[in-house]
C-alpha cells in the first residue's frame, strides 16, 4: 500500500491550499479515510475524514474553513483549506482512518502570519 500527500506549501495567513492524496495498492473506494496533521512538537491528530459513501466529520479547530472529499474513480483525496491560521502548521499524511497503513511522508504545510 501507498499513500502519497502533495499539495503543501508556504502560504499567508487568510490563504487556501489544496491537498491531494494518491492511494495505491489498496481497495480505495470501500475504506473510510483521513488527513492526519502533526504540527511541531506535538503528536498527529486526525483533522477531517470521509466515509466510503462520502459523509464527512472535522475536527472542532478546522471545521467550516476544510473541506474534504474523494474521487474513487482516481483513487485520490482532497483537502481544501481556506482562511488558513499559523496553528495550521504542520505536516499533513493521509491514510486509512480504521487500521491505519505504513505512513507516507507527508507534505508540508506552513502558514505565516
Known amino acids: 500500500v501507498q499513500l502519497q500527500a502533495s499539495g503543501g506549501g508556504l502560504v499567508q495567513a487568510g490563504g487556501s491550499l489544496r491537498l491531494s492524496c494518491g492511494a495505491s495498492?489498496?481497495?480505495?473506494?470501500?475504506?473510510?479515510m483521513g488527513w492526519y496533521r502533526q504540527a511541531p512538537g506535538k503528536q498527529r491528530e486526525l483533522v477531517a475524514r470521509?466515509?466510503?459513501?462520502?459523509?464527512?466529520n472535522y475536527a472542532d479547530s478546522v471545521k467550516g474553513r476544510f473541506t474534504i472529499s474523494r474521487d474513487n474513480a482516481k483513487n485520490t483525496m482532497y483537502l481544501q483549506m481556506n482562511s488558513l491560521k499559523p496553528e495550521d502548521t504542520g505536516v499533513y499524511y493521509c491514510?486509512?482512518?480504521?487500521?491505519?497503513?505504513?505512513w507516507g511522508q507527508g507534505t508540508q504545510v506552513t502558514v505565516s502570519s
Open positions: 495498492g489498496m481497495i480505495f473506494s470501500i475504506n473510510a
Open positions: 491514510n486509512r482512518v480504521i487500521g491505519t497503513v505504513r
Open positions: 470521509i466515509t466510503s459513501g462520502g459523509s464527512t
